[in-house]
């Protein structure tokens, strides 16, 4: 007889990955990559629970990695970091950033030589914008840019304007545009420019330019949370309209049946490097 306290029931945890390809739609690990490349074991041992969200920068020719990082028995999440040369061997750089709330998404960028981060802060009804005061370990608080139960906030230079996609309440999505990073920020004139859409409004990843083209990234959670993510084209954004149209029918990222992605992956942050040449850091659930 086995007793109940004798088994031993594995949840399912979110790592990260690294991919790459010719092209969004043909991404596989690199020559020599093992994923998952991160876990949050590898930050901070056993009681490691998950590792999601994760944006990449390149610094002085070594590859730094942001990604949300929650612990077993923690109320919420902080922001951890780890760092590579070769994108094969990794290395934890522990927490960077700690909140009284729930922390997560650190969408990291580099704007005239500083570098910045704006994690997720929904639980503090914020969107709020950090600069790196001595990079990667400590970020000073610059500005909060939106109030509100926003999420995921991702923000593109398109046409002479930054502008900003942002969820609502999870599975609205909503456009924010400004002439700097730091705002002010203006609401586009639509107040939703999706409603309540499961399948495509909650930002994924971040926007980026192929060949002209904007490209937004949403996740796909009508399966189920987390499930897959798909590619929209950004056709019209001015401040005053909007519209949009899948990329390609098929998924970018979704559940593989085994692994450690065996469940779901929703998340991807790309470099492009070349013409045919994408490098992918992406989330998964397994």
């Not at 007793?3 to 399912?12: E, F, I, N």
């Not at 914020?126 to 608080?141: D, H, L, M, N, S």
């Not at 002209?212 to 399966?223: A, E, H, M, V, W």
């Not at 970018?252 to 040449?277: E, K, T, V």
Request: hydrophobic fraction near 40%; charged fraction near 20%.
């Amino acid at each position: 007889m086995t007793l109940q306290s004798d088994v031993v029931v594995k949840r399912p945890v979110w790592s990260i990955g690294l991919l790459q390809g010719p092209s969004l739609s043909q991404l596989s690990p690199p020559e020599g990559v093992v994923n998952p490349i991160i876990t949050a074991q590898d930050i901070i041992g056993p009681k490691g629970a998950i590792a999601a969200d994760p944006f990449a920068l390149q610094v002085d020719g070594r590859w730094f990695v942001f990604f949300e990082l929650m612990t077993t028995g923690s109320p919420h999440a902080v922001i951890a970091a780890a760092s590579s040369v070769d994108l094969v061997n990794w290395t934890p750089l522990g927490v960077v950033l700690e909140q009284s709330h729930h922390l997560s998404y650190p969408f990291v960028f580099e704007h005239e030589g500083e570098i910045f981060m704006m994690p997720e802060s929904k639980k503090a009804r914020q969107v709020t914008i950090y600069r790196a005061e001595a990079f990667p370990y400590r970020w000073k608080k610059v500005k909060t840019l939106l109030h509100g139960r926003y999420c995921d906030a991702s923000m593109v230079c398109f046409e002479k304007r930054y502008w900003l996609f942002v969820g609502w309440q999870s599975y609205s999505l909503c456009v924010f545009y400004a002439s700097h990073p730091l705002g002010p920020w203006k609401r586009h004139a639509w107040p939703f420019v999706r409603l309540y859409s499961k399948g495509s409004a909650r930002p994924g990843g971040r926007p980026l330019l192929i060949d002209g083209k904007l490209i937004r990234f949403g996740q796909d959670n009508r399966q189920n949370y987390g499930h897959s993510l798909r590619a929209w084209e950004v056709t019209t954004l001015t401040p005053t309209w909007f519209s949009e149209k899948l990329l390609c029918e098929e998924t970018i990222l979704s559940a593989s049946g085994q692994g450690w992605n065996a469940l779901g992956m929703h998340h991807i942050d790309i470099h492009q490097r070349g013409p045919q040449d994408f490098l992918a850091f992406v989330d998964g659930i397994g």
